[in-house]
């Protein structure tokens, strides 16, 4: 896919918020939606193209030393999020403060971790958006390791593919397919249009028993 149909993708993303493209992926019968994972840092939505890094337990990968986290800040654009799969049990911040600086700096739009993050105040003073599942002080040395960026990752019960789209806010995190996004965005800006409509019948003063109970009912199946 070209870098410019990416960013126009990316840019309609970023129009919506995660009910909608939830409900669309409800009305297509496809899985992505995460609970669990709230906002840490930054302010406000977030929403890209997927960088993935895996992280494990065990040796690194052969080649010369690199630290985690660097390969996906450099493979990253300003289209692009982090996202991270550090499910190995063990307590250890899978990003941490100079990453953060690093990623600020590269223009990557964010990260969202399955797993813990640390020094998350530097990323607050950053203003760099965080999504993850838990926070720690505890680092990554003598504890895990990057095995791979790229790669497939699991986020929930959700795989995610490099390249995939995803957008997440304070209600959760919603993953798409690359193969997908074009009709999952169109669905879910017709929700978008259909509850802003609903909304104006209110404000015009129709009943919520009629706004609600027909057009909110059939949504998903139109």
Not at 74 to 94: K, Y
Not at 110 to 120: F, L, N
Not at 131 to 150: D, P
Not at 190 to 201: L, N, P, Q
Request: hydrophobic share 45%.
């Amino acid at each position: 896919m070209s870098e410019t149909l990416a960013a126009g993708h990316v840019q309609r993303l970023r129009r919506l918020d995660c009910c909608a493209v939830s409900d669309a992926l409800d009305r297509l019968k496809l899985p992505g939606s995460v609970s669990g994972l709230p906002q840490r840092s930054g302010q406000g939505k977030l929403a890209g193209r997927v960088v993935t890094m895996k992280l494990g337990t065990g040796e690194p990968p052969p080649g010369p030393p690199r630290h985690l986290g660097c390969d996906a800040i450099e493979a990253s654009t300003a289209l692009d999020v982090i996202v991270i799969e550090q499910r190995t049990g063990i307590e250890a911040g899978c990003w941490g403060g100079i990453l953060t600086l690093g990623a600020k700096l590269h223009g990557v739009a964010g990260v969202i971790a399955e797993g813990s993050v640390r020094d998350i105040d530097e990323a607050i003073t950053c203003d760099f958006p965080i999504f993850s599942r838990g926070l720690t002080a505890r680092t990554a040395r003598g504890r895990i390791v990057e095995k791979a960026t790229n790669v497939p990752v699991a986020v929930g019960d959700v795989e995610v593919m490099p390249g995939d789209y995803v957008i997440a806010d304070g209600s959760a995190v919603v993953f798409i397919r690359a193969a997908n996004i074009e009709r999952v965005l169109e669905a879910a800006e017709t929700i978008v249009a259909k509850e802003a409509a609903m909304a104006k019948a209110l404000l015009a003063g129709a009943p919520i028993s009629e706004v609600m109970g027909g057009n909110y009912e059939n949504m998903l199946r139109t």
